[in-house]
């Protein structure tokens, strides 16, 4: 099965995760099949926090990978904040 799910970067006490598509059986920070975004949850006032390429999303859900519960909450959340 393939996931839509977060990979840990950054230093410690200092993360930065990438939104990627993997294998279920991957590793959370190992191999992944493509990086579609990134989540930085210290962001800055003026820095982006968080960036999806709603193509590839669009993509890979429509070939059946399921995202995780902590990818949904942030697509609603970058959802609510431009609507």
Not at 31 to 56: C, H, L, T, V, W
């Amino acid at each position: 099965m393939v996931v839509i799910r977060l990979s840990r970067g950054g230093a410690k006490a200092r993360p930065f995760f990438n939104i990627v598509v993997a294998d279920k059986r991957d590793r959370r920070d190992g191999r992944f099949i493509e990086r579609i975004g990134f989540y930085n949850p210290i962001a800055a006032e003026g820095e982006e926090s968080i960036r999806i390429a709603q193509d590839r999303l669009t993509y890979w859900k429509g070939v059946g990978a399921q995202s995780s519960p902590t990818v949904d909450r942030l697509l609603k959340q970058t959802a609510k904040k431009t609507a």
